[in-house]
């Protein structure tokens, strides 16, 4: 008796689906890898850069899962496929290089194919073949050409301490260059310590320079740390309800001109400072801003005095602060900056338009002082001289920390290791 229980194929007498029809790869995938010696994404020439020449290291190239093979010419790649939607997948790079486009999550494009479905990323410099003939051999109209990759192995922006401690709870995010150092001395002949929290250092012989080489957490044995502030005592709501739990009011003001004596100030909003020099006089000067701070200017607080601003937003500091020279430590802001959020040296980080300047901070700078999730964000890159200098430092001030007011000052603990 004929089994008609069908419900699994494969388990009776029922014949197996007969496959949807697909059309055949008669379509073309395909561009040009080049090397992005000015990082802008594009193989055009760009005054006063040449046209990108092929790169011609290694690659992986994955279209939906490897469904479609490639193949590579030169620095040249190409592929065909059927008509519908596709997703190309770019990895496998040389030792030393990276992608500048796509930079996508995954470095992963989505393109369509065959006419009139043909589409590509609007960013890039790809664009559906417009010709009339058939679609076999050579792709024809309804392919997507110059779906161009860039790699380069130039460095990218990194930042480093100059005696100073460095502390990263989310994980330490800096890609060094080789031979360079996280941390190096400063002028008391000691680099800072630094902590990378939640994973592990990258390169942990990279956290500071002979003859110290302090080693950092490894990912076998990873620095864990729980931190129980809702709010860090830097933070801007933190700070206010202090003052005020201490009978004092702060004094309203909308800019540094207002600040002429030491003491506690506090915006109703963003506070944009203009692109002078200021110098803080004598004393301690707590600014609480009540929104976003963008610097734009230098900030130079002389030694005996403190400076402390407390943003309940960003603080930005504008590419137009900095030094072009890229080995100067001469320090462009001073003081104590927490951001509730982020803190941000912006940039351009487009090599194409010229390298940023580099930033010199000479105190302390604290991101996500707030517990919203931010973070410190570097857009600088100095482009050919990453591979030398850090675009922004953290510089130690030893005398900010004799001088800060009790308001900030923390309860000091002592620590000891005993033997068992």
Not at 47 to 56: C, K
Request: aromatic share 10%; glycine share 12%.
């Amino acid at each position: 008796m004929q089994n008609t229980n069908c419900s699994i194929i494969g388990s009776c007498s029922c014949p197996a689906p007969t496959p949807a029809p697909t059309s055949p790869p008669t379509h073309i995938i395909g561009g040009k890898i080049f090397n992005d010696i000015n990082e802008d994404g594009k193989s055009v020439a760009v005054s006063p850069f040449p046209a990108d020449p092929n790169y011609t290291g290694a690659i992986a190239i994955s279209i939906d899962n490897f469904s479609y093979p490639y193949s590579l010419l030169g620095g040249d790649y190409y592929a065909f496929v059927p008509d519908g939607q596709h997703t190309i997948t770019f990895s496998g790079l040389s030792q030393g290089f990276r992608f500048t486009y796509p930079n996508t999550p995954g470095n992963s494009l989505i393109v369509n194919v065959g006419y009139p479905l043909c589409s590509c990323p609007v960013t890039s410099e790809a664009f559906c073949a417009e010709g009339s003939g058939s679609c076999t051999g050579g792709g024809g109209r309804g392919s997507v050409i110059n779906l161009n990759v860039g790699v380069t192995n130039n460095v990218s922006g990194w930042f480093q301490s100059i005696g100073s401690d460095m502390r990263w709870d989310s994980g330490f995010s800096n890609t060094l260059p080789s031979s360079k150092y996280a941390s190096i001395p400063a002028s008391g002949g000691m680099p800072g310590v630094i902590f990378s929290g939640k994973s592990a250092f990258g390169q942990p012989a990279q956290a500071s320079a002979p003859p110290f080489n302090w080693q950092v957490g490894s990912f076998s044995n990873p620095e864990v740390f729980t931190d129980t502030h809702n709010l860090i005592p830097t933070s801007y709501r933190f700070l206010l309800e202090t003052a005020q739990g201490s009978g004092i009011i702060p004094a309203n003001i909308t800019t540094l001109d207002n600040t002429v004596t030491h003491g506690i100030y506090k915006t109703n909003g963003d506070l944009i400072l203009n692109g002078a020099t200021y110098t803080f006089g004598p004393g301690n000067f707590i600014i609480l801003v009540n929104g976003n701070l963008t610097i734009m200017g230098k900030i130079i607080v002389p030694v005996g005095s403190t400076a402390i601003f407390s943003a309940k937003g960003n603080i930005t500091v504008n590419q137009s602060v900095g030094e072009s020279v890229p080995s100067s430590t001469i320090s462009d802001i001073e003081g104590l900056y927490s951001a509730d959020n982020n803190f941000i040296a912006d940039g351009n980080n487009n090599c194409a338009t010229g390298a940023d300047l580099r930033l010199n901070v000479a105190g302390t700078v604290i991101a996500n002082a707030g517990r919203m999730g931010g973070t410190f964000v570097n857009k600088r890159t100095l482009c050919a001289n990453n591979s030398s200098f850090p675009s922004v430092s953290f510089i130690e001030r030893p005398d900010f920390m004799l001088n800060y007011p009790s308001l900030v000052r923390q309860i000091p603990r002592a620590w000891q290791n005993v033997a068992p």
